[in-house]
């Protein structure tokens, strides 16, 4: 089964420029996440699709990231304009769960992620 | 207060020897725990589950106190491909299967 697969690898842009990270989780995987992870840090969501519509975006910068998912699937998550702190590992995950914690679909908590793509904003 | 905190570490252990790691989470509703794997420049993945009751898979072993907020993992008999960093995951109640990662604790097994 093909993995989560995330594009580019690495970007180095200066600030102010812009930058889109591109995403195609796992087939049949309803949810859809984007975290960002600083050095030192652990992963900080930034968004949850549950199929094409935002279900949590409460911690994403919205003056100056977006993110959509066309059709339930890929997913982009776009900054403009970069930051110096931007710099980070962009990491998209999916997971099959399709509904609340605690409800019938509840699943095992597994999320899959991608290999990241990796900002340098100088 | 940080939702998930843990130890940063790093813990640097010989091969063969126990270590365990601590987590303490600030949500008492919280529902569901994990512990996940990030090895260096890689992505996370899922090591095991915490279940009420504790939990074993080999050498590791989970264990939960919803008394204490606090989460464990105990490792032993170390191995060199044990050397990674430990992430402590968290998933409060309600909302739609959102997990809320600990800064994660570095453990470096030398030989």
């Known amino acids: 089964e093909a993995g989560v697969a995330q594009s580019p690898r690495y970007k180095i842009i200066e600030k102010r420029q812009s930058v889109a990270f591109w995403c195609n989780p796992i087939s049949g995987h309803a949810t859809l996440y984007w975290y960002q992870q600083i050095l030192g840090q652990g992963p900080k969501l930034l968004i949850q699709?549950?199929?094409?519509?935002?279900?949590?975006d409460s911690q994403l910068p919205k003056d100056r990231f977006s993110a959509e998912r066309l059709k339930g699937v890929d997913s982009t998550l776009k900054i403009q304009p970069a930051k110096l702190e931007d710099s980070a590992v962009y990491l998209c995950?999916?997971?099959?769960?399709?509904?609340?914690?605690?409800?019938?679909?509840?699943?095992?908590?597994?999320?899959?992620f991608g290999e990241g793509s990796r900002l340098t904003v100088l | 207060r940080k939702e998930v905190e843990q130890d940063p570490g790093p813990f640097n252990v010989p091969e063969g020897a126990t270590v365990a790691f601590n987590c303490t989470y600030s949500?008492?509703?919280?529902?569901?725990f994990f512990w996940y794997r990030q090895d260096c420049r890689k992505e996370p993945k899922l090591l095991m589950s915490?279940?009420?009751s504790g939990n074993e898979d080999g050498r590791f072993t989970a264990q939960l106190n919803r008394a204490s907020q606090y989460i464990s993992l105990l490792i032993r008999d170390s191995k060199l491909s044990d050397s990674a960093t430990y992430l402590c995951?968290?998933?409060?109640?309600?909302?739609?299967?959102?997990?809320?990662f600990g800064a994660g604790t570095r453990l470096a097994v030398h030989p």
């Open positions: 949500n008492s509703a919280s529902q569901s």
């Open positions: 699709f549950q199929n094409n519509g935002v279900v949590d």
């Open positions: 915490v279940y009420s």
């Open positions: 995951v968290v998933k409060p109640s309600g909302g739609y299967n959102k997990l809320i």
């Open positions: 995950a999916s997971s099959s769960l399709l509904g609340l914690a605690g409800g019938p679909y509840e699943g095992t908590g597994e999320l899959f």
